[in-house]
């Protein structure tokens, strides 16, 4: 019996019941002995409604037509018969024939009814795949506790923030925040501000400002605030991003307290908030390179802290951008100013802040059109020293763009471009769709709507589109993948199979939905919200990238030397492997509504 409860509980749905229900289902079942070549519903040998739990061996669901048996699915250990809604019905042309010989849990339909009041049951015997995917708890950082994950920003605020009006002196301020044993200080004024002890040492002692005058010629602006409710990784990022040390936290509109980086560092032993000061002290390459290695570090740590995917893609882009900035800070100081306006463009996953670490060198320098030739020189210099840059910290080269390396970066707006896409050349257009600026003057919003635009009408998005059409896999089946037509392979490429697909299609809802979002998942809600394509299957597919860019994070880590990319199906947990099979249906499901203008020529589907 003990075994039972054992086998069971390391299966969905069962794993997630509590224990003496286990041992309430094991004691009810029956063992069942099936020899190779049974037939399971034809034969009639089953009890009326029955769950066939598979303990060893495998079954083949199979389509019987004039030609033979065509196979739909295969299930191994752990898999239940009743899972599958066509076998739940009784369809006459679907049976289920023993592939080996195959032992089986029977759990009788009046043993089983009681059970369908557990959500986890009725997922598992009803639900469609993406509710099983958005219901995933699989791997070691999905369980519950997680410190990160639990705490929210309001939980790390102990005191009432200390506040000052403008007309306040610096060195009253000063004497306040010292009694207070705190190193900022609110100032009340319109608009607000926060007195920093940086900012006494870089405003009032450094510059020699005077200790006499009021704090508000001295007060950071504008003031950058959280939620109370917000994650402690969202608090995170935003220090990260905009590179300060004290963050006020507001409740229904009002300051209710601040948290410091000292604060959150005491979370997180390698956190990107002192990695960030470590890059500032960073004077060589080789200081650089190794302040690379150690942000892989922190994702590490994040990722076995349990931190969704998209957060630790997040933080690695902020902190890839840090460096990149630096980088062009010091190029820009030799080069002298650019003759004219520029931005420069992190493009396909850096642009998505979905890049595994380090990022590839990925990006394009923009200028203005009309840019007078020396421009074409100072970007060239700029894209060339940067990117050697980058390179020497190693970043990976570029596969999605062309680097920045090569001369002249991107062009003017008006050039060649937009030409290309119209005689459906999209090669670059992937990437640059999903570009963000990183640094620079020039505003590039209205070049990278106009292109959104240019793509859409030109059709090549649609193009697009039909490159996204991937046929995934059927399942995991004892160690191996099983393809859709029989065929086995030993491995699965997740980003080749899987992200990449997903990627593609959600770059294609957001062209035709005009969605400016440049995330995966948050492409696929927002074109869900604006009806391109159906809102339960937007949910859906922005789990199911979660969920894999999870996986492949945890099996290979931030860094793609690792290998996560490329999984072997023994990796994953049972259960893991389980879902692996509605990840593929949500693929196939998503590929066959995103692709449905590309094959009938019909509009994008609309609610």
Not at 396 to 403: L, Y
Not at 540 to 547: C, N, P
Request: proline share 8%; with cysteine; aromatic share 4%.
């Amino acid at each position: 019996m003990d075994e039972i409860v054992r086998f069971l509980a390391e299966h969905p749905p069962w794993r997630d019941l509590p224990r003496d229900r286990v041992a309430e289902v094991a004691g009810r079942l029956q063992i069942e002995y099936f020899a190779r070549g049974a037939r399971l519903l034809s034969a009639g040998g089953l009890p009326s409604g029955a769950l066939v739990v598979i303990r060893s061996g495998s079954i083949d669901l199979v389509h019987k037509g004039r030609g033979g048996d065509e196979l739909l699915d295969r299930l191994g250990e752990g898999d239940a018969l009743a899972a599958d809604p066509r076998v739940a019905r009784r369809a006459p042309d679907v049976d289920a024939v023993a592939r080996e010989d195959t032992l089986a849990y029977i759990l009788r339909r009046e043993h089983l009814l009681p059970l369908m009041d557990e959500p986890s049951v009725q997922r598992f015997l009803v639900g469609t795949p993406g509710e099983r995917v958005r219901n995933a708890r699989t791997g070691p950082g999905s369980h519950p506790g997680k410190e990160l994950l639990a705490t929210v920003v309001g939980d790390l605020v102990t005191r009432t923030p200390l506040a000052c009006s403008p007309e306040t002196p610096v060195r009253e301020a000063a004497q306040r925040m010292r009694d207070a044993g705190i190193g900022s200080m609110l100032v009340l004024a319109d608009p607000p501000g926060i007195l920093t002890d940086r900012d006494l040492r870089d405003r009032v002692l450094a510059d020699g400002g005077d200790p006499r005058g009021p704090v508000g010629q001295f007060r950071s602006m504008p003031l950058v605030t959280v939620p109370a409710d917000a994650p402690v990784m969202d608090a995170l990022a935003l220090m990260v991003d905009r590179g300060v040390r004290h963050l006020p936290v507001t409740r229904e509109g009002s300051v209710v307290g601040v948290i410091t980086d000292t604060d959150l560092l005491r979370r997180q032993s390698r956190s990107p908030l002192l990695l960030r000061r470590v890059l500032e002290r960073a004077r060589s390459p080789e200081e650089t390179a190794e302040w690379v290695g150690m942000v892989g570090a922190s994702l590490e740590t994040l990722v076995g802290g349990g931190v969704q995917a998209s957060a630790v893609g997040r933080i690695g882009s902020l902190a890839a951008d840090a460096l990149l900035r630096r980088l062009i800070e010091r190029a820009t100081a030799r080069l002298g100013p650019a003759p004219t306006e520029w931005t420069w463009l992190a493009t396909g996953a850096e642009g998505r802040r979905e890049s595994a670490w380090p990022p590839s060198r990925a990006g394009f320098v923009l200028w203005v059109d009309g840019a007078p030739s020396t421009m074409v020189a100072w970007c060239a210099s700029l894209a060339a020293e940067v990117s050697g840059g980058l390179a020497i910290a190693g970043f990976r080269p570029a596969r999605e763009a062309p680097s920045p390396a090569e001369p002249g970066g991107l062009g003017p707006a008006s050039g060649g471009l937009a030409i290309a896409v119209a005689e459906g050349d999209t090669a670059l257009l992937p990437a640059l769709l999903d570009a963000r600026p990183v640094a620079g003057t020039l505003d590039p919003a209205p070049f990278l709507r106009g292109l959104s635009e240019a793509a859409r009408r030109s059709g090549a998005v649609e193009r697009m589109a039909s490159r996204a059409n991937t046929v995934p896999p059927r399942g995991f089946f004892q160690g191996v993948v099983l393809e859709r037509d029989g065929g086995i392979d030993d491995r699965l490429d997740l980003d080749l199979r899987c992200l990449w697909p997903l990627e593609s299609m959600a770059r294609v809802v957001a062209v035709r939905g005009g969605v400016f979002e440049t995330s995966t998942p948050g492409r696929f809600v927002d074109a869900g919200a604006l009806g391109v394509i159906p809102t339960v299957l937007a949910r859906d597919l922005a789990a199911t990238w979660e969920f894999l860019a999870g996986l492949r994070l945890r099996l290979g880590g931030p860094s793609p030397a690792l290998g996560g990319g490329v999984i072997e199906p023994d990796r994953l947990v049972p259960a893991e492997r389980r879902l692996m099979k509605d990840v593929f249906a949500v693929i196939q499901e998503g590929t066959e509504v995103v692709g449905a203008p590309v094959a009938t020529g019909r509009p994008a589907w609309t609610a």
